[in-house]
Every structure is written in C-alpha cells, then in structure tokens.
C-alpha cells in the first residue's frame, strides 16, 4: 500500500492509493507469473483500458486480460479521471509509474524481507530499479510513443521511493517488534541520501538554514507543515526567535 501510494510521487499519490485498495496484493501475486497479468490487473483497476480505438497490439492484449481477470475476481475498477498527467513531466505520467511498478511486483515476491535483509542504500535502489516491459521502452502512455529509452527509476526518485517509503517501514517494523536497530537503520539512511529538490527546502535554504541530507530536509519539511502552515509560530523555536528579534 506504501510503495504504491509512493509511486504517484505527489500528484497522483491519492490515486495510487486508492488504486492499491481496490486491488488486494494477493491477486496480483496470483498472477506474477506474466508480467502482461500484472499490467492489465493495474491499468484495468486504474481505468487505463477503455478506449475503443486504440489500435495497437499491446493495449488490446492488456483489454483482453482484464475483462477476463475482472470477471474471475469480480473486480470494480477505477474512474480514469482520477490520475493526472496534465502540467506533469512524461517522465512521472501515471501510466509509466503503473509499468514500473508492474515490473517490481513481478521481479520481486518477497520485496518486503528483501528491503529488511539490504545492507546498503545501494542495495536497496537495486530492488526498485526494475525496468518495465519492452512495451515501455518507446512509450509514456498509450496514445504517444517516444523515442526508445530505458524508463526505469533515476536517482532522484529512487531517493524519493527510499526516504518515503523505505524508512517509514525500517522505523515501524522496529518500534512493534522492539528492534531499535532498525530505528537506527532508518536514521542512517535518511543520513546518507542527499536533501530533497522542493521549493519548502528551497525557502529555508535562501533564508540561510544549511541542509546537508534527507534527514535534514524531511525535518524541515515537517516543520513547514506542522508549524508555519497552522501559524503556530510562537510554539516554533525558530519564529519565536525571529519574532522577538523583530
């Protein structure tokens, strides 16, 4: 549920997460065994595979399997609307982030005690660097092609995938199963991947507040959130200090 919530990175994270519980992961590993299954279980759910005059060969292989796994788990997808590509890089549309992810459900049965055993930020990219089907190679969406590239997570948002859902997962295992080492393994990961790019870290960084890892950037991220967007000022260490110089 994380990690698909995670993979609309911002703008579709709603959507993903809706598309993750109307889709129980016990279907999908049913299915792992054809990476076709996996695509068509998560474009149908997600709405992706209504049009009538698509023609190309994939998409119609992609309708045929989902009309027949809808039938065999009575499933109720989702309303296309609900994912944006509009004012988003090709890079991030929704239907490629569905074929990334697809292609990590597939490669990875046991992602989960993967992610627990890695002992490196390296290690741990490796599992998310799935590359989807060939399909992708020359498309973003179903009705544009592009010239042909690898479409797999770069580094930046493998770092995203890691700070937002790696090491929630690395603190809650450790503190309901009393293993403070994966507290720890949390912290040190945040410690060892560069700051976030946002405007929020940009603000504080221009007001002169050095930022030197994610650990940093998540921090003053919530306190954005949690102080200077209820106005809380006085019950921040920051803007009291700026209010009682001024």
């Excluded at 994939?58 to 499933?75: D, G, N, S, T, V």
């Excluded at 609900?82 to 929704?94: G, M």
């Amino acid at each position: 549920m994380l990690l698909s919530r995670n993979f609309g990175f911002g703008v579709n994270t709603d959507a993903f997460e809706r598309l993750a519980r109307s889709l129980p992961f016990r279907i999908i590993q049913k299915q792992r065994i054809s990476i076709s299954q996996i695509e068509a279980l998560l474009f149908g759910q997600a709405g992706m595979l209504t049009d009538t005059d698509i023609e190309c060969h994939y998409y119609r292989l992609l309708q045929r399997e989902y009309q027949f796994l809808k039938h065999k788990y009575q499933l109720k997808p989702l309303d296309e609307s609900l994912f944006k590509s509009l004012r988003t890089r090709p890079v991030y549309f929704p239907h490629l982030k569905l074929a990334q992810l697809a292609s990590i459900w597939m490669q990875h049965d046991t992602l989960f005690s993967a992610i627990l055993e890695a002992g490196t930020p390296r290690q741990l990219k490796q599992y998310f660097r799935a590359e989807p089907s060939d399909y992708w190679e020359t498309h973003y969406h179903f009705r544009h092609t592009s010239p042909k590239q690898e479409k797999s997570l770069g580094e930046n948002a493998l770092s995203i995938v890691l700070i937002n859902t790696v090491v929630p997962l690395f603190f809650a295992y450790g503190v309901k199963n009393n293993r403070p080492e994966y507290n720890e393994k949390a912290l040190r990961l945040l410690e060892s991947i560069p700051a976030e790019r946002n405007s929020i870290v940009t603000s504080f960084t221009e007001a002169g507040v050095q930022v030197r890892n994610a650990c940093d950037s998540q921090a003053l991220i919530q306190l954005k959130r949690a102080y200077c967007e209820t106005k809380k000022c006085m019950y921040c260490r920051i803007g009291y200090r700026l209010l009682k110089h001024s």
